[in-house]
């Protein structure tokens, strides 16, 4: 990442385009003779340039804004406080481009009939997969995380005896939320901060048992 801009400015670049775009003006008052820089750097990730009715506007998609998050990620800043400044949509984009940087493969909203049910990303790698519910809650209580628990491995068997998704024999139910503080088990559900996703992805496959102990329940039958 350009190493003038701090990540301090940069979170208001990702405050100010939460509705997809930014203008050339209000782009120069937030970062002065910082600005060119900033829209090279909306370029690399993937920005584009429009202009509407004479105001000149910078585009900036949810994988760009993801992009953008995970260049301030990645000078150390705090990443439970970046993804405080993404949407909930842009959350999940984040979670499917931090698991594509650790070698899975990622699908997002992916959904199921009879009963009509759906799972916000589903990463995969070999026969094994972890199913995201992405909760960028702004509040939190005990009752609410309990609840999308519960759901969400209803979600991850049901996924296993659809095989929607080929190849895939193992699915390992989890949310993923900003308010956690370590990562814990719930229900047979993985309950995993944003700040150790990356941990968290690194070390699922190899612990499928330890965070399942009920792992029956969520694997594909033959």
């Known amino acids: 990442m350009n190493n003038h801009v701090s990540p301090e400015k940069l979170l208001f670049l990702l405050s100010y385009s939460r509705a997809g775009s930014i203008s050339?003006?209000?782009?120069?008052?937030?970062?002065?003779d910082q600005t060119e820089e900033v829209e090279q750097l909306i370029h690399s990730c993937g920005g584009t340039f429009i202009q509407t009715n004479g105001t000149n506007y910078h585009m900036l998609s949810h994988a760009c804004r993801v992009k953008l998050g995970i260049k301030i990620c990645e000078t150390g800043y705090d990443i439970s406080r970046v993804v405080k400044f993404l949407t909930w949509q842009d959350f999940e984009f984040f979670v499917c481009q931090v698991a594509e940087e650790v070698g899975y493969r990622a699908l997002h909203d992916i959904r199921m009939k009879k009963p009509r049910m759906q799972i916000d990303a589903v990463c995969i790698k070999g026969d094994f997969g972890i199913s995201f519910d992405c909760k960028h809650w702004r509040y939190y209580s005990h009752s609410a995380i309990s609840s999308a628990a519960i759901a969400q491995g209803k979600r991850s068997a049901r996924l296993c005896e659809s095989k929607i998704i080929p190849g895939v024999r193992r699915v390992l139910p989890a949310v993923v939320t900003i308010h956690e503080t370590a990562i814990r088990l719930l229900d047979g559900v993985a309950i995993v901060p944003v700040n150790a996703i990356n941990t968290f992805l690194?070390?699922?496959?190899?612990?499928?048992?330890?965070?399942?102990?009920s792992s029956k329940d969520v694997e594909a039958k033959d």
């Open 24 to 32: 050339e003006n209000v782009l120069k008052k937030l970062f002065g």
């Open 202 to 213: 690194l070390d699922a496959m190899y612990n499928f048992d330890i965070f399942t102990p």
